[in-house]
């Protein structure tokens, strides 16, 4: 009996030990992966090839290189227009699923950045913008990457009342999104839409989480279009254009606990819901839409309550003027959602 005993223990250890080492195999632990880019893409594409293959609650450790196409060292690497790293491969996301990315750190990693001397047609009057419409100048300022302040660099572009004038930096992805859901499965790097992409929104900082619909099996993710920093809307048609380091987590949320028509984003200050299209008015109402569903969903708001906490609460930042479509962020404040009771 005895015997039978220890062969019944020894083949129920085996079993044991064999699924322990089917479930890791399964579910690896999160790693944190060192990637170096070798190759940039100017689309957000299903096409290209994926540069890694990540599980959910990886971080990814890497870097990107300008707008125009030159990284850290000053090295033109790819053609300008916002060239992207990625993509990246998510195992296991499918259509239906929503990635939440937070940027763990988004650095400077070079003394300098360039923006140009215009404004787009969007932000002024053809009498001023017009002046910029076939040349623009390109202007270069300086980054004190440790204490992070910038200015312009004088021996390139002398401006004599701005010799002291000098800004506060707060590094960005002008760039972040997944291949979109169009006939071609790809767009030019510049575009933006429900996949996310040119956002330009200077929240999409170190510490932020942005939530992104994932549109095809793997997602197909991207980050570029680093900033030093930049005002809301873009409207000179450039930040402070820089190289940037940057690492990120990926967390998969499965279909059927989330669903998004378009990116969202939260910082330790506020929940952000992001609109675009080609006019201000209907980039605002998928923004604002976005966010009352949000209070739906997460704090049991009806939308006559909605009423209530958003036209005494709402906030909204124009991101981006500059581009195809317009970008709108409707924004609450965490700390006015935590008098709600859900």
Avoid at 88 to 98: L, P
Avoid at 189 to 210: C, H, K, M, P, R
Avoid at 256 to 263: A, D, I, N, V
Wanted: aromatic share 10%.
């Amino acid at each position: 009996m005895r015997y039978l005993f220890l062969l019944l223990a020894a083949a129920l250890f085996e079993i044991s030990g064999e699924a322990q080492v089917n479930s890791s195999t399964r579910n690896p632990p999160p790693k944190l992966i060192q990637f170096t880019p070798v190759s940039f893409s100017n689309l957000f594409s299903l096409n290209v090839p994926p540069v890694l293959h990540i599980q959910s609650g990886d971080t990814v450790s890497t870097e990107t290189i300008d707008a125009t196409g030159r990284d850290k060292n000053g090295t033109k690497r790819q053609r300008g227009g916002n060239p992207l790293t990625g993509p990246f491969y998510i195992d296991g996301s499918e259509a239906g699923d929503v990635l939440a990315v937070t940027l763990t750190k988004v650095a400077l990693n070079r003394p300098y950045a360039y923006t140009s001397e215009s404004f787009v047609s969007r932000s002024m009057p053809d009498s001023i913008s017009a002046q910029y419409k076939k040349t623009s100048h390109l202007v270069k300022w300086k980054l004190d990457i440790e204490n992070k302040w910038g200015w312009i660099d004088s021996s390139f572009t002398p401006y004599p009342h701005l010799k002291e004038f000098k800004v506060a930096l707060k590094p960005f992805l002008g760039c972040i999104g997944v291949a979109p859901n169009n006939r071609k499965n790809e767009i030019l790097s510049f575009f933006q839409g429900n996949f996310g992409g040119n956002l330009d929104y200077s929240a999409i900082a170190e510490s932020v989480t942005i939530y992104l619909p994932v549109l095809h099996d793997g997602g197909f993710f991207y980050i570029g279009d680093g900033h030093a920093v930049q005002g809301d809307g873009e409207i000179a048609g450039n930040a402070l254009e820089t190289s940037l380091d940057v690492d990120f987590s990926v967390k998969l949320i499965k279909h059927g606990t989330l669903s998004l028509s378009y990116p969202r984003a939260e910082d330790s200050t506020y929940i952000m819901s992001i609109g675009s299209a080609k006019s201000l008015e209907d980039a605002m109402k998928i923004a604002t839409a976005g966010l009352l569903s949000w209070l739906q969903a997460d704090y049991r708001l009806s939308v006559a309550e909605g009423t209530q906490v958003m036209s005494t609460s709402i906030e909204y930042t124009i991101a981006e003027v500059a581009d195809p479509e317009v970008v709108v962020v409707a924004k609450i404040k965490k700390s006015i959602l935590s008098g709600i009771k859900p």
